[in-house]
């Protein structure tokens, strides 16, 4: 156990639908990053937040949103999914906004 | 901008021998991290070692190593004595910090194969 909590860890929904993942960092890891793994694109860099505020932004679609909450969790919503949506999220946790990542065990989503 | 490859897709090593996975990076940071992550089949991303570009001496844990060529921008890692529980896909990563922010960028990742 990483210590970095993602549910849920498997999700099949459809189409045009609005689903949420939910991500609980490490104890006392204050930045929560947000990643897509897709066959295609590999490895992708969504969002990060600091402690609840946004620090950084990567190649995030405007159909998904995220925030981080004061007890430091965090949710990622995707909205109006696409088939080219279904993918690996993982959710990662560090001390500070220049440590290392820790990794959650993702979430597979997968839209039918 | 920055970048991460690894030129290797695939790779295969016997039992109990050591193996060298390549990783070169492109930045313009001159403090940067470099990471290597394992992701067996079962999909989770394991954290194996990080270099920070100013340390002297190669990282290590265990059985792995970083060989750490600066001016070349390389950043290979070596496991030595495979297992079998080796076989996974390994990911090259960079810590890039820009602003506020904290971003890692990671290749297309090694998928390595141990055999008995």
């Known amino acids: 156990d990483s210590g970095v909590t993602q549910t849920p860890k498997h999700l099949i929904t459809a189409t045009g639908q609005r689903v949420t993942l939910r991500c609980s960092p490490r104890?006392?890891?204050?930045?929560v990053y947000w990643y897509q793994q897709s066959l295609d694109q590999g490895l992708q860099f969504l969002i990060q937040y600091y402690n609840g505020e946004e620090r950084a932004k990567g190649n995030i679609l405007e159909r998904f949103s995220a925030q981080q909450f004061p007890d430091l969790h965090s949710e990622l919503n995707l909205s109006s999914l696409e088939l080219g949506d279904s993918a690996l999220y993982f959710c990662?946790?560090?001390?500070?906004?220049?440590?290392?990542?820790?990794f959650g065990s993702g979430t597979r989503l997968t839209v039918v | 901008a920055q970048k991460i490859t690894q030129t290797q897709p695939g790779m295969f090593v016997q039992e109990k021998e050591a193996v060298t996975l390549d990783c070169t990076y492109d930045t313009s940071d001159p403090s940067y991290g470099l990471f290597w992550y394992k992701q067996p089949s079962s999909g989770e991303m394991i954290f194996l070692i990080y270099?920070?570009?100013?340390?002297?001496q190669n990282a290590t844990e265990g059985r792995y190593s970083l060989n750490f060529q600066k001016a070349r921008k390389s950043a290979n890692l070596v496991i030595s004595a495979s297992q079998l529980g080796d076989s996974a896909m390994y990911f090259c990563a960079m810590r890039s910090s820009r602003g506020t922010g904290n971003q890692f960028y990671f290749g297309t990742g090694t998928s390595l194969t141990v055999i008995p």
């Open positions: 104890s006392g890891d204050l930045s």
């Open positions: 990662a946790s560090s001390a500070g906004t220049r440590g290392g990542y820790t």
């Open positions: 270099q920070g570009s100013y340390d002297q």
